[in-house]
């Protein structure tokens, strides 16, 4: 790694210190885990990309979801309120973590293609037939952050 690189990450990490609150000591046991490393100096796609929850199959749901409904956060996973429906069911919340797991590793590794093979999940509602009150279907996906 050049010097001009090697400087670009050293300021990532300070960027990231301050945006955490860690302390020196902190953010020392942060650096000593080589996969935290890794990620940290081989992967800008946290900051250029937001995950993205899209409802692709919308019946009888609580919170008012519909198709098209998009559930977008930030690349480490913020919420980004202002581009989410005004009510969001917990059952989605939880539904979509594996996949943003998925996403970050990919994210971690600094791969061109961000497409993760189970990208579709269930909201933790079964539908009205099998005991629930309705159910969604979303697809969870990386895309670049617009400028």
Not at 39 to 49: D, L, N, Q, S
Not at 52 to 77: Q, Y
Not at 78 to 97: M, Y
Request: charged letters at 30%; aromatic letters at 8%; proline letters at 4%.
């Amino acid at each position: 790694m050049d010097k001009e690189q090697a400087e670009k990450i050293e300021r990532r990490w300070k960027r990231f210190q301050e945006a955490l609150g860690y302390t020196d000591e902190e953010i020392a046991i942060y650096r000593s885990d080589p996969n935290k490393v890794k990620a940290m100096e081989r992967a800008p796609k946290f900051a250029t990309h937001n995950i993205v929850a899209e409802c692709v199959v919308s019946r009888n749901c609580n919170a008012g979801h519909k198709v098209g409904d998009k559930i977008v956060m930030d690349g480490t996973g913020v919420l980004l309120r202002d581009q989410c429906p005004e009510r969001i069911c917990h059952s989605v919340i939880q539904a979509i973590v594996p996949p943003i797991y998925a996403i970050w590793e990919r994210f971690g590794e600094d791969l061109s293609d961000l497409s993760i093979l189970l990208d579709r999940v269930h909201c933790l509602d079964v539908g009205i037939e099998r005991g629930g009150w309705g159910e969604t279907v979303w697809r969870v996906y990386a895309e670049p952050k617009q400028k």
